[in-house]
């Protein structure tokens, strides 16, 4: 190429662009500065971000010459530089003063330092390349290293008056839980079921008491179902933190007679119904138990908890995501607001390239910006004196007029969900598809929870008489037993089925009003079996006394039952556990096993754990569970 020199307007250069910047520590934030360097010429961030997000390839720097963009470097950096200058780079908060002089971010063109959250350090971590030159201070180092490596931790002292004996993996959560307080900082305690989260939070705040010797109150939120044992487990592990539970009619009259307080602890259906009182004061803690119930990022609920005024904030949840990454987006508007600064976006960065798309990298991304503000540990992790658990799947094989039922509503159904799809749209199908699924799955329990005229008289089940050839031979061994489902109709047929049988039993459903006494009755010896309905005591009680565990009927969500089994594989169980699933073979209820491995990779992937994502079921998922396998038809 001949003539290059002479170019006035146009001047490509050949030399690469260098990264360059500084951080600064703040109170409780970096001052961040980039800039791009050619030569003895640069730019700021901002304006190279800009271009970028515009599609151009090259940079024009003030001489006149034109350098390739570091595009690698950008698109990997793309969330950070978005959050840090916003869409259009555009620098929002930009600090006129710039950086020390004798820092190398302080050229001309770049006397410009954005003021960064400290939640967004995962992010900013990433900008270290070995083209890149950032020069950081010694505030951003130690607390990088506290966040990168959690052993790195400074240690913390149990307050005095614990009435516990933590296990370490215990300690260390509470550990972590100060670090995230002293920077200020929210997170997500997700520890697995059974291993000591409302313990952890408990010292958490009995340390706070003690620390700042002052008066203040905290709020925890839980399901209605579990209020209670916010008290007991107080009264036992922490009695010197006063803890008033907010429930009943005569409520806020209790508050008022108990002006020294510690901890409100009030249910999530209360927390709505008393937000004006709520809102008159400011927390110290915020903490949502059993956080999956702010899974909907739209609900009220999960609109009154991120109103809430609190010094700090955390969640509690064995199943950080439950259902669809959008859940991850509502508990992070609770703990940390700002780290994902809307949902459209955040649906638009992570949840439809993960979900739809299966992008590794915007994965790889969500992970790093979110891990270290979730803290999960899993059983098999950190609790080595727990016994073995095994998980077997039982099959059942439908015959003569409970399968020839089964196919006849098969067929029906699909018909019916192709014939509204085609006159409606597949959006307005699918509450008629989850209703045929919903009686697909009833059939294979029992003909009898049907209420169609081709289902009278059909009396046969093949999985009640697996049932009842299983726990005879569990109960003859001397076994306990836990019994899920989520039909209430198929617990009153268990029951029927039990009684006949001379086995006694304890009963759980939504409606039960004594659960606690029913609980402490079965871990007394009062009955071998627990009939509990998944809903209403998959979560909150601790059954340990049983060691074998039946799911009667499978979830789309594994998470679901896996909570349920550790009702009974948690701290304090001494023997070996046993799950069983019974499932009616090639039926609809085959095919729920199959999705549930689909659902769970992404969580796995995600969090380094066995959960489950049940995002809404896709036209793909009915398809495959309305196909039909049977050739017997």
């Given at each position: ?609 066995e959960g489950g994502v049940e995002k809404i079921l896709s036209p793909e998922d009915f398809d495959f569970l309305f196909e039909d396998d049977n050739t017997d038809e």
């Amino acid at each position: 190429v001949e003539g290059e020199e002479r170019l006035t307007r146009y001047r490509p250069s050949r030399l690469p662009v260098r990264v360059r910047g500084a951080i600064v520590t703040g109170m409780d934030w970096f001052d961040v500065a980039l800039y791009v360097e050619h030569g003895d010429q640069s730019l700021p961030m901002g304006e190279v971000f800009q271009a970028w997000q515009a599609g151009r390839r090259f940079i024009r720097f003030g001489n006149g010459e034109q350098a390739l963009l570091p595009d690698a470097w950008l698109s990997r950096n793309r969330a950070l530089l978005t959050a840090l200058l916003g869409e259009n780079g555009i620098l929002p908060a930009a600090l006129e003063e710039g950086l020390d002089a004798r820092n190398p971010a302080t050229a001309p063109d770049a006397r410009r330092a954005i003021r960064a959250p400290r939640y967004l350090a995962p992010l900013i971590e990433g900008l270290w390349d070995e083209d890149v030159v950032i020069d950081a201070d010694s505030g951003w180092q130690r607390f990088q290293e506290g966040l990168r490596h959690f052993g790195n931790i400074e240690p913390v002292a149990l307050p005095h008056g614990l009435n516990a004996e933590l296990r370490d993996y215990q300690h260390r959560g509470v550990e972590w839980l100060c670090f995230l307080r002293d920077h200020g900082l929210g997170g997500i305690l997700a520890d697995d079921m059974g291993l000591g989260k409302t313990v952890q939070a408990l010292t958490l705040l009995l340390l706070e008491k003690q620390r700042l010797d002052l008066p203040f109150i905290s709020l925890v939120v839980a399901p209605t179902s579990v209020l209670f044992n916010w008290q007991i487990e107080a009264n036992r592990f922490a009695p010197d933190l006063r803890v008033v539970v907010m429930h009943g009619p005569d409520r806020h009259a209790r508050l008022e007679a108990m002006p020294d307080v510690d901890v409100l602890v009030t249910s999530y259906a209360l927390l709505r119904r008393d937000l004006a009182l709520h809102l008159e004061r400011q927390y110290r803690y915020a903490i949502l138990d059993e956080a999956q119930w702010v899974k909907n990022p739209d609900s009220q609920t999960a609109l009154a908890v991120r109103s809430l005024r609190a010094d700090n904030r955390i969640t509690l949840t064995g199943t950080p995501i439950e259902n669809r990454l959008a859940e991850l987006w509502s508990q992070f508007a609770f703990v940390m607001p700002g780290l994902f600064p809307s949902l459209r976006r955040f649906m638009s960065d992570y949840v439809v390239p993960i979900e739809r798309d299966h992008h590794a990298g915007r994965l790889h991304e969500l992970r790093r910006r979110i891990h270290p503000f979730v803290l999960r540990r899993l059983k098999e992790e950190v609790a080595a004196e727990l016994p073995p658990r095994t998980d077997i799947v039982l099959y059942c094989e439908l015959e003569g007029s409970q399968r020839r039922l089964y196919q006849a509503v098969l067929k029906a159904s699909r018909e019916r969900v192709l014939r509204v799809i085609e006159e409606k749209g597949a959006a307005r199908a699918r509450m008629t598809a989850l209703d045929a699924l919903l009686k697909l799955r009833q059939i294979c329990c029992h003909p009898g929870l049907v209420h169609l005229p081709e289902a009278l008289g059909v009396e046969n089940s093949a999985k009640l008489e697996l049932f009842r050839e299983t726990i005879q031979e569990i109960l003859a061994e001397g076994h306990r037993l836990l019994v899920f489902s989520q039909f209430v109709e198929m617990l009153t047929v268990l029951r029927e089925e039990l009684e006949a049988s001379g086995v006694t039993y304890e009963y759980l459903d939504g409606r039960t009003r004594d659960r606690q006494q029913r609980v402490d009755r079965f871990n007394a010896g009062s009955a071998p079996v627990f009939l509990i309905s998944l809903k209403a005591g998959g979560t909150g009680l601790n059954l340990a006394s049983a060691d074998y565990v039946i799911h009667y009927d499978p979830w789309w969500n594994p998470a679901v039952e896996d909570q349920a089994t550790d009702r009974a594989y948690r701290i304090g169980q001494t023997r070996p556990v046993f799950s069983y699933k019974l499932i009616a073979r090639d039926t609809v209820e085959e095919k729920i096993l199959q999705l549930q491995g689909r659902k769970r990779e992404l969580a796995h992937g995600l969090l380094d754990t066995e959960g489950g994502v049940e995002k809404i079921l896709s036209p793909e998922d009915f398809d495959f569970l309305f196909e039909d396998d049977n050739t017997d038809e």
